[in-house]
């Protein structure tokens, strides 16, 4: 194999490599996002039942207002039935009462199944706060995973980017252009081996002379078909 085309081969090497750590850079945040989504609905489900306690311990004081009202109705009510000197007045009073203590014992039965539901909703409260807090230690945990990983990949970047650099002195630059050019239009793969006399980056067969170039090794042989540089496997 001619040395430029070896020395193409390491340096395909190294860009592929470099290819592939930037795909899986770019992977990252949606890693980071998938990572946080799943914190997001023990969030939700934490909110949801912190409103719903909230909510049932507002209906709890209404209904406390609402029956506190009564109780002060009727206590007036009493002191006026007991002030009256007058039979009708004070059977009508009667009355009255009779009709505000039946409201304050259906106040008092809402009261307490009210009150029964707030504490369903603060067990509701309770479990979904323990839920999230478990959940957050998993993420915490991916979190940190993506970005060691993230740390990981960015060193070894650069590794490979500086043995790249140092790879190119032994490159002749004629050859260059034609190899950067192959490695973006061939998703990466701009030298290819030939394998009885087809091209294995395309698998299309060779014109004799083009295998004859490729096994001469004095200069640079293209696939006729997708161009890319060929070598004979050793």
């Known amino acids: 194999m001619q040395d430029e085309v070896r020395a193409l081969l390491i340096l395909q090497d190294r860009d592929r490599r470099l290819l592939a750590l930037a795909k899986d850079l770019a992977k990252l945040p949606q890693d980071e996002a998938r990572a946080k989504a799943k914190l997001a609905g023990d969030e939700a489900a934490v909110t949801k039942a912190h409103q719903g306690l909230l ?3 507002l209906r709890v004081k ?3 207002l609402d029956a506190e009202t009564r109780r002060t109705t009727i206590k007036r009510l009493k002191l006026q039935q007991f002030e009256t000197r007058k039979n009708e007045e004070f059977v009508a009073l009667g009355h009255e009462i009779t009709r505000y203590e ?3 014992d259906e106040f008092e039965t809402r009261e307490l199944e009210a009150m029964e539901e707030v504490e369903e909703f603060r067990k509701a409260h309770k479990a979904a706060e323990a839920a999230r807090t478990v959940t957050r230690k998993l993420v915490e945990e991916d979190l940190a995973t ?3 990983r993230h740390a990981r990949m960015q ?3 650069s590794e490979v980017t500086a043995e790249r650099e140092k790879l190119l002195a032994s490159v002749p630059e004629s050859v260059l252009p034609l190899y950067n050019r192959l ?3 061939k998703d990466g793969l701009a030298i290819a081996p030939m394998r009885d006399g087809k091209c294995e980056g395309c698998h299309m ?3 004799a002379s083009t295998v004859m170039k490729v096994h001469s090794g004095r200069e ?3 696939c006729e078909d997708c161009g890319r540089i060929l070598y004979a496997e050793d």
């Open 55 to 57: 909510d049932c311990e």
């Open 205 to 207: 067969k060779l014109i």
């Open 62 to 64: 209404k209904i406390e």
């Open 146 to 148: 993506v970005a060691q």
């Open 102 to 104: 039946k409201d304050l």
């Open 183 to 185: 490695m973006k239009t």
């Open 220 to 222: 640079i042989a293209q």
């Open 155 to 157: 060193t070894e970047q």
